[in-house]
């Protein structure tokens, strides 16, 4: 798989460089890039140029969405982003799909915490992440609640002022999904803390 990484690797290098980069920002927004929302986060020349998209065939589809056609191209496209430029694109995202309506979002709550949580930015990945960790709950998506909670608990440790019960309660609703999921460990982890 190393060996596979590198060859894309070298073929992403090989791209003029603004498909080069074209292809990394639109890696940041996950296997499925919404155009809309792209041209919103990085500009709008960026999406209108079919040349350039056209040129990345290989890597993405493009229709009236576009997507990757693997995930290792995806992935490989977003390490070579900056940790800066990362950070950057997914706090922007995060912004718009935090600022579009419930009923208007098409996205989950989870994908907007996970922006946030990528972008650095804690406060808005625990309240997104709490908000997100109880919606899958709510729907019996255990495993998803779970990866939620840590990730919500994550965000926690790295916000000044929390209130501790309210970290408690989210340790506690771990626990619980922890329980019901058949993980005895990660629910004896999360009551503990």
């Given at each position: ?35 809309t929302l792209f041209r919103e986060v ?43 430029r990362r950070r950057e694109l997914h ?48 729907l019996g998506a255990g495993v998803d ?49």
């Amino acid at each position: 798989s190393e060996r596979i990484e590198k060859v894309i690797g070298a073929m992403v290098d090989a791209l003029p460089v603004r498909q080069r980069m074209l292809l990394r920002d639109a890696s940041v927004f996950g296997g499925r890039i919404d155009l809309t929302l792209f041209r919103e986060v990085v500009g709008a020349d960026s999406v209108a140029d079919s040349e350039a998209w056209n040129a990345l065939d290989r890597f993405v589809e493009v229709g009236a969405v576009a997507h990757f056609r693997q995930e290792l191209f995806r992935a490989v496209a977003y390490e070579g982003l900056s940790y800066r430029r990362r950070r950057e694109l997914h706090s922007r995202i995060g912004d718009l799909l935090a600022a579009r309506g419930t009923d208007a979002r098409s996205e989950s709550d989870a994908v907007v915490a996970l922006h946030f949580h990528h972008a650095g930015r804690y406060d808005e990945s625990w309240t997104w992440s709490v908000r997100a960790a109880r919606q899958a709950r709510s729907l019996g998506a255990g495993v998803d609640a779970m990866a939620l909670y840590g990730q919500a608990l994550f965000a926690a440790s790295n916000v000044s002022g929390l209130d501790v019960e309210d970290r408690a309660e989210i340790a506690e609703e771990m626990g619980d999904v922890a329980e019901l999921t058949g993980e005895p460990q990660t629910a004896h982890m999360a009551y503990r803390s």
